[in-house]
């Protein structure tokens, strides 16, 4: 039982012991040459320690382990002292079980809470996912419309001598010169046999 509460660094010291008192004498001892000002600095960084950019696991990894520490100094920790100092830790994606944590008026064990934090780390991973995927989907129609974009301007560049026109619903093209030709309905081929009738 005492094992399931300490943090990955503490356990190694507690390896070999045959009863739990043993493994607590044993970290006493580990830690019983820590100074008050050593304290002091463990007490800032314990309530001032931010999760950033790791695991849930290995956040509370790095709070046990000064809290472990800690309490072989002497320091008395309830389990509401180590929730509160994680929850004042945890990033904005965390801001909604922040919230339903502190204003919970019945207790919470350690085990649970990590199980909530837990949770809360997939939801926001999922809704990091989901983001980064319409971003991808968006960017690739930007990138689609774009290139179309290009390709009709490429298109009327490299035709700007010969423009499409239509006429009785033949198309033909229009040199820059203005004559026609192309087909045999076209505006430029009907003028020019007017006077030619047979």
């Not at 399931?4 to 019983?32: I, M």
């Amino acid at each position: 039982m005492l094992i399931a509460t300490l943090s990955d660094e503490s356990v190694e010291h507690g390896l070999g012991s045959k009863t739990a008192n043993e493994a607590w004498v044993n970290l006493q001892n580990r830690y019983a040459s820590v100074s008050k000002a050593r304290v002091n600095t463990l007490k800032i960084k314990f309530q001032t320690m931010k999760k950033g950019g790791s695991y849930v696991d290995q956040y509370l990894s790095r709070l046990r382990n000064i809290k472990d520490q800690l309490i072989a100094a002497g320091e008395d920790f309830s389990d509401n002292d180590f929730i509160v100092a994680v929850l004042s830790g945890l990033p904005r994606e965390y801001y909604v079980i922040r919230i339903v944590i502190f204003t919970r008026d019945t207790t919470m064990s350690l085990r649970e809470f990590r199980e909530q934090l837990l949770c809360a780390e997939r939801e926001a991973e999922s809704v990091v996912n989901n983001l980064t995927s319409n971003l991808t989907g968006l960017y690739m129609q930007g990138s689609n419309g774009l290139s179309s974009q290009v390709s009709m301007t490429q298109w009327s560049s490299s035709n700007s001598e010969d423009v499409p026109y239509t006429i009785g619903g033949v198309i033909t093209q229009i040199p820059r010169g203005g004559s026609t030709f192309g087909g045999p309905y076209t505006q430029g081929s009907s003028s020019s046999n007017s006077g030619h009738v047979q």
